[in-house]
């Protein structure tokens, strides 16, 4: 049984998920330092560029190959240019089964980039990788990461009380842990039939079929 993901790169109309590369720490330096990723991730904070080099020399790779998952790149189909990241962990081999979460850059929010890559992938794992269950996990008051999986078409399970450690910025500037129920959502193959076209008449973008 295969234990791994390939070493894969996923395009659509606008975006090319790909795995990270050095020319890629600059972008990913200021994209985590942004405030709701602060909030809303585990990341070190501040996010150095000795964090950053770990990520995209160490993390990143030993994700696919140590049999865990899948961390891609989110870029600019046009301009290539870093907009994100999503990343695929805790995968059960066994089950078909994987979790997903993901980071969009303060300068590609609004643009639907989140969705899109997260159906991309969704397509990726469900036709080429036979899974059969794709999990998200998002804390209570992520709005923004909530409207994502709504858009993508993940159905809420359920929330885990007390389960995750946010971050809220103090009086002073600083950040101090809280902790903060997870909403936890589902998608499975049937779920995504006709939310790619919806996506595509809404966004005027809609094919996730061209990986290698």
């Not at 993508?152 to 903060?180: F, P």
Request: charged fraction near 25%; charge should be negative; aromatic fraction near 8%.
């Amino acid at each position: 049984m295969t234990t791994t993901f390939p070493d894969v790169s996923i395009s659509t109309e606008r975006l090319v998920l790909r795995p990270f590369e050095d020319a890629d720490i600059p972008a990913h330096i200021e994209m985590m330092n942004d405030e709701p990723v602060i909030a809303w991730t585990s990341a070190p904070c501040p996010y150095t560029t000795r964090d950053a080099e770990e990520w995209v020399r160490g993390i990143a790779p030993a994700e696919r190959t140590e049999g865990r998952g899948l961390v891609l790149a989110v870029t600019e189909f046009l301009t290539q240019r870093l907009v994100g990241l999503a990343r695929l962990q805790n995968t059960n081999w066994r089950t078909r089964a994987t979790e997903i979460s993901y980071v969009t850059a303060p300068w590609a929010r609004g643009e639907g980039y989140a969705t899109e890559s997260v159906l991309a992938v969704a397509q990726w794992l469900f036709r080429d990788q036979t899974f059969e269950r794709i999990e998200l996990r998002t804390a209570a008051d992520n709005t923004a990461a909530q409207q994502v999986a709504q858009k993508a078409g993940c159905i809420s399970e359920g929330v885990l009380r007390n389960a995750w450690i946010a971050r809220t910025q103090t009086e002073s500037g600083g950040w101090t842990d809280i902790r903060t129920d997870l909403i936890v959502w589902s998608l499975l193959p049937e779920d995504l039939e006709g939310v790619a076209d919806q996506m595509a008449d809404a966004g005027g973008y809609g094919s996730y079929t061209d990986w290698n």
